[in-house]
């Protein structure tokens, strides 16, 4: 199997199963001297590991990780960064019933019809265990973005209940096991989501990103555009089905008028009057925000019955038993996050690399 590697200066190649005794990967491109240990990506993984509510899987898993290579006296030497953290809390027994049967709305029929076999437990490499890789990329992405720039997401939706935007409050998404900007919005989320639990049933979620102190020009007009990578990185994670830069799909209803971003000079640079574009025109960075929004569908595993088949073509129904999240999209916002970072990353060293600066 290709394709386990996603960037172009700074790469990321992810390896493991979500069964099997470890996940890890590798970061090629990361520049030396940069202060780097595990204590400095553990928080980002913490953020995403499983079991920390009623409202996520129970898997425990602690997610440590292990940097191998690439570091010398807490500090990046240039070479591959190697990262590892091991699985410790696997329950295959719990997807024996399901070996020879496709889980409904899971990748288990495409991956048999594409590679003729498949891992059933828990997805194997199509599992979503995969992107606590992703998350401790992010976190070193960070490390060569700096601190200038800041990358943060939040859930703005969980299946019909959308936060009320006027009430966004970045403090608050520390506060509840959501990521919710919106206070008000956690009590009926968490009533919400204790009835599709109970019901044996998953939901779907909107994430919200926002990245402050991007400079401008990174990314390219043709075929590097930024947002173009950054939609196609979005929807490489799992369960994801929709993405949208800046207005987005709302900017369908707006006219030319209210849709352009005025600009206006301000203490001699070019200020912007709004942030339609979500701080990309033309595929290259503005200087403004960049603002993203991801779609993740309900959860396929699902204690409730649903018409499949097997391998040999059987009609049968299938109910998915094991520890799974409700509603995924609450451990997509650290991955979301993490996605972003890496797509900035790897933009600001091509950008340097072509312009010297």
Not at 120 to 149: H, I, N
Not at 331 to 356: F, I, K, N, S, W
């Amino acid at each position: 199997m290709s394709h386990n590697s996603f960037g172009h200066l700074f790469r990321v190649t992810t390896w493991g199963e979500s069964h099997g005794p470890s996940i890890g990967g590798v970061i090629d491109g990361c520049p030396p001297g940069l202060a780097l240990t595990e204590a400095d990506i553990q928080p980002f993984l913490d953020r995403r590991r499983p079991g920390q509510s009623r409202f996520t899987t129970q898997r425990q898993e602690p997610d440590a990780v292990r940097i191998l290579s690439g570091t010398y006296e807490g500090l990046t030497t240039g070479t591959p960064i190697s990262l590892m953290i091991e699985n410790t809390d696997q329950r295959s027994r719990d997807y024996g019933n399901i070996a020879d049967r496709y889980r409904p709305g899971h990748a288990d029929v495409t991956y048999d019809l594409k590679y003729g076999l498949r891992d059933p437990r828990g997805g194997g490499r199509s599992s979503a265990r995969e992107t606590a890789v992703r998350v401790a990329a992010g976190a070193v992405a960070r490390r060569v973005m700096g601190p200038q720039v800041r990358v943060r997401g939040a859930l703005v939706q969980i299946g019909p209940h959308a936060i009320d935007p006027v009430r966004w409050d970045w403090d608050q998404v520390g506060q509840n096991p959501f990521f919710c900007p919106d206070a008000d919005m956690v009590p009926v989320w968490e009533s919400y989501l204790d009835q599709v639990r109970k019901s044996g049933s998953s939901t779907g979620a909107i994430i919200s990103l926002e990245a402050d102190g991007v400079p401008a020009g990174l990314g390219a007009p043709i075929y590097a555009k930024l947002d173009a990578e950054l939609a196609s990185a979005l929807m490489g994670i799992n369960a994801v089905k929709a993405v949208e830069i800046g207005a987005g799909f709302a900017a369908a209803a707006l006219s030319g008028e209210e849709n352009a971003d005025p600009m206006r000079m301000q203490d001699g640079r070019i200020a912007f009057q709004s942030n339609h574009a979500g701080g990309i025109l033309g595929g290259i960075s503005t200087g403004q925000p960049i603002i993203a929004r991801f779609a993740v569908k309900p959860t396929s595993s699902i204690l409730t019955a649903v018409a499949s088949v097997t391998r040999d073509g059987e009609a049968v129904d299938v109910a998915t038993k094991g520890r799974h999240d409700p509603c995924v999209g609450i451990r997509a916002v650290p991955v979301g996050e993490a996605m972003l970072a890496c797509v900035l990353a790897d933009h600001l060293l091509r950008h340097r690399g072509q312009t010297g600066r």
